[in-house]
Structure formats: C-alpha cells, structure tokens
C-alpha cells in the first residue's frame, strides 16, 4: 500500500481562480478531497470522477462536524493510504484550525504538507480597491479575530495594543462584535472619525463593501444588513477605496445574467462574464444529443473525397463530425483536396482542435449574408456536403442549392430541452435577472416556451440578443428587445451588454 498524504490547501478566498496552481493541481489527482463551506464548489469541478468527496462545512451556529472528527476522518484516510485534499477557505493557516489538522496528523504519524492559500484578510480589501499598507499611509497591518468580545475579561486579543501600534487592522470573523470592537479602538485612543470599511464575501460577484468610521460602522452595518462571511479594514488606507477601486465599479459588476445555451456552450459566455464581475445564472435551454443512426453520416465519410466543399455550421457539427470520422477509423486525411468553411469563429475554432485550418470563414456570422459569401465564391456544379442539427433551418441547403450546388445536408445531432429545465428557470427568476443573453433564436423560443408563452418575468431584465435573427425572434415572442450585439459573437454579445451599462456604476 502506498503511503497517505494529506495536503492542507488553501483554496482562496472565494473567486475559485484565485487558488495556487499546486493547490489546483492537487485538486485534480486526489483520492479524496475534505472541504469546508468557504471553500469554492467550483474547484470541486476538477476534482476526479472518483474522488471520495467529504463536505465537512460547519454551519456558523451548529456544530455539524466538530474539529476533533474532521481530524479523526483525516488521520484515517490518511492511514488508508490515500492522497488526501483538505481543502479550507483562504489560507489554512489564518484562522482555519489547519494548525490543529496538523498537529493531528503528526500524532498519527500521517505525512503531510501545506500548500498556502490567499487569505481573505489581504483578497477581500485587495477586490474593495484598499491596499493594507502604503508608504504615505500605513507601514503595518494585523489580522485579528474579532470573535472574541473585547470587553470579556478573558480575551486573548490585546485590543489596546493593537489600537496604538498596528497602522491598518484587518479583523476577521468579527460581524457580531463590530460595535464592541470599534468602541474598544476608540476608547484606546483611535479616532472616531478613523475610516471603517467591510467587505462581505469579497472577490465574489456578489462582493459587497460598506464603507464609514469608526463611530458610525456599527449602525450602519445593521442598517445595511451586512453579515459574515466579511473583513472588517480599520485604517486610513480605507480612504483609497475611492480613487483605486477598481473591481466593484465595472459595469457588469454583481448583475445576474441569464445565460441560455447548451451546458457546455454556456460555459464560455459564462467565463467572459464572470471575468467582468457579473454573475452569470446558467439555464441551458437546449441539450446536444447524438442521434442513434449515423448510417447517412458515415456514408459520407467514407466519401468525404467525392465533395467539392463542406461547410460547418455550428462547433457542435464539427465535433459529431470528427468523433464519427474517428470512431470509422478514418482521419482528417480523408478530407484530402475537399474545401471547408466555417460559420462563426467558433465554429473556426473547433476546427483548429482538429487541425483543420478552415479554407472560408464568411465574414457574416448570419446564415443569409453567409450564404451569400459562400455563393460569390462560385459554388455552381459543387458538391457540398452540410452536416447540421436536426431541425436547421433550410436557409443554407436552399440558398447554396438555388445557386447551382449539389447540397447533401445531413444531420448530425438533436437538440432537446432538458427535463428539469422548467423547474430551474422558475428559481432562477425567483432569485431575480437583471440581464437576459440569447445567442440563437432557438434560445428565445425555448424560454419562451418554457415560460408557457408569457414573458413577465423578463419584463424587467435587460434583453440583449447576439445578432439581428435572435433579435427579430425575440420581439416576435413578446419580447423588449434592449441591446443586439454588433458583432455577432460572444465577445461581442458581452461588448454590447457592457457598453449599455457603462454609465450606469453603483455604490452602496
Ligand atoms: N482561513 C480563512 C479564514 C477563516 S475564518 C482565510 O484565510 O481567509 C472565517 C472568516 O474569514 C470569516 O468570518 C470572514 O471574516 C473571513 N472571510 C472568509 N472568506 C471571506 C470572503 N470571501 N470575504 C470576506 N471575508 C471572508
């Protein structure tokens, strides 16, 4: 039997990419993973189909897992031989107990080694635009648990030193004794006036930040409803804020986006709009589904020689196509002499994973111009082949068939709504969308649809529409349409969405 080793890794403090790339690394080879509530469940995502995941988050209040199993259940998985995440909130070593893990496992003689992580006591100011120290400012910082009352005899936190010697104070853990805490530093001699800021789950979408002084945080915290998980900064490094903030004043920030397309597809759209700070709520509306008879498709194949052109339509055409030509144990080489297009750059993409570089990309993302692109290149007496989903449009065949080409559109995949669709949409509008994203006209149709017809759940959401067909479908359904990308594409999509909404920055 191998030996066990538990890694404590630190997954940072929310933002699931701002964990180390060993912590990441590990994550992906573990043979079990412990985790706590702090702890991104997207990281989870990379962990192996196999992995024994353990949730051993403790509710703040309820003591579900108590310190001593958690180590009991580390120290075992350990002896069993297993390589082991314990995967904690920021760094395992600020305030995550990872030093009694520790301590445990070197009792049991269980080999283990600490991969830090980002603290929240540094991210969360770092994503409110407030640097801990500054030459003209601030020349030290303490992090400090506020979980203890200062005002107890026995505290351990010695509130009077830290309110005369540390510059900044970045106190962790300390929403229910905010107004203890500040009236502490106060009567050991700071300011009153001395500015306050919180931020509550910072470097999240949902990231909020309160700012004011040391007299007036504590109402104002109440009144706000500002709980934990936050990071209370004490300093006048908070003054920064206004001139250096630079994550929460995006235009995007915070918004929840609707995102409607196929699970895998929605994921690149969610990605660009995580990184501009919204909040992107996927409802994939239409499922990829391979057919059960590729007989037609494969004919093809076999043939791919005979055709003068192919012409992909979608990324999803393309990988059913490949897949099939692998699993008929032919290779791109059958494709010897044969033009192909590609509509879309993601469809131009898709094929570069193959090692196809396409021989046309129409400078129209919509079929009709597309279709006029690909006609100009003379396409009369030409043999095209265009694999397709199943209920396409027929603009495409039609128009290069009008033009003379002998068109054989075959389809390659289905797409369907997938069955518990109707019941996450109805939680998705109940948590409120300020924009929605259509990127197909089949996506309109299928909301449309899933919403029995009637769009008053949209009726306050920003609608914005990849291109001018999306557009029209949604106005035909009873939709107001605000924004049409320009460029019809993602990057596009999510440029015209934030232009809209440049002028529009809040502030709590
Ligand atoms: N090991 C963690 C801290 C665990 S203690 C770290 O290094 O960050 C839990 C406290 O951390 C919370 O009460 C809160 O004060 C702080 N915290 C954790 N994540 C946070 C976040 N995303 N935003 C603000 N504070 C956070």
Redesign the pocket.
């Known amino acids: 039997m191998s030996e066990g080793v538990v890694w404590l890794v630190?997954a940072g403090?929310?933002d699931p990419e701002l964990i180390s790339v060993k912590g990441l690394r590990l994550i992906q080879s573990a043979d079990a993973i412990v985790y706590d509530r702090?702890a991104d469940g997207r990281l989870l995502d990379h962990a192996r189909d196999d992995s024994i995941l353990t949730d051993v988050g403790k509710i703040p209040g309820r003591r579900v897992n108590r310190q001593e199993d958690i180590n009991r259940l580390l120290v075992e998985l350990g002896i069993a031989g297993k390589s082991v995440v314990r995967l904690?909130?920021?760094?395992?070593f600020?305030?995550?107990r990872g030093g009694e893990e520790a301590e445990a496992l070197v009792d049991a003689g269980v080999r283990f080694e600490v991969v830090p992580?980002i603290?929240?006591?540094i991210?969360?100011p770092a994503y409110a635009g407030i640097p801990l120290t500054h030459r003209k400012l601030a020349s030290s910082f303490t992090v400090v648990t506020g979980s203890e009352d200062p005002t107890k005899p026995d505290t351990s936190v010695d509130w009077e030193a830290l309110a005369k010697s540390s510059d900044t104070l970045a106190v962790?853990?300390?929403?229910s004794n905010l107004r203890v805490i500040a009236d502490a530093l106060v009567r050991y001699g700071r300011g009153p006036q001395t500015p306050v800021a919180l931020?509550?789950?910072?470097?999240?979408p949902y990231?909020r930040t309160l700012v004011g002084t040391l007299s007036d945080i504590a109402d104002r915290a109440a009144a706000a409803g500002i709980g934990?998980?936050?990071?209370t900064i004490v300093g006048d490094v908070v003054g920064l804020r206004d001139a250096i903030r630079w994550f929460d004043n995006r235009p995007l920030f915070g918004k929840r986006v609707l995102v409607t397309r196929t699970r895998t597809q929605a994921s690149a759209l969610s990605d660009m709009l995580t990184q501009q700070g919204a909040q992107p709520v996927e409802l994939p509306t239409i499922e990829i589904q391979p057919l059960d008879d590729y007989a037609e498709l494969d004919g093809a194949l076999k043939n791919a020689g005979t055709y003068d052109w192919v012409v992909f339509s979608s990324a999803n055409a393309v990988n059913i196509f490949f897949e099939r030509m692998q699993a008929l144990d032919l290779d791109p080489r059958a494709l010897y002499g044969v033009q192909i297009a590609a509509i879309g750059p993601a469809t131009k993409s898709r094929l570069l994973a193959y090692n196809i570089i396409a021989d046309f990309i129409p400078t129209a993302f919509v079929a009709e111009s597309a279709v006029a692109e690909l006609n100009a290149l003379g396409m009369d007496g030409k043999r095209v082949l265009l694999p397709q989903a199943e209920i396409a449009r027929d603009l495409m065949r039609a128009g290069l068939a009008e033009r003379g080409a002998s068109v054989h559109a075959i389809a390659v995949y289905r797409t369907v709504t997938p069955p518990d669709t109707a019941e996450r949409l109805q939680e998705i509008i109940s948590g409120g969308i300020d924009i929605a994203t259509f990127t197909s006209s089949s996506t309109v149709s299928n909301l449309v649809e899933l919403l029995g017809g009637n769009t008053d759940a949209l009726k306050d959401a920003t609608i914005a529409c990849i291109g001018p067909i999306t557009a029209e479908r949604a106005a035909d359904l009873g939709l107001k349409v605000d924004i049409v990308a320009a460029e019809h594409t993602i990057a596009g999509l999510i440029e015209a969405v934030e232009s809209h909404f440049e002028e529009d920055v809040k502030d709590e």
């Open positions: 630190g403090p929310g702090l904690k909130g920021g760094d395992p600020v305030f995550g992580g603290t929240s006591a991210a969360a962790l853990m300390g929403q931020v509550q789950w910072g470097t999240e990231q934990a998980p936050a990071v």
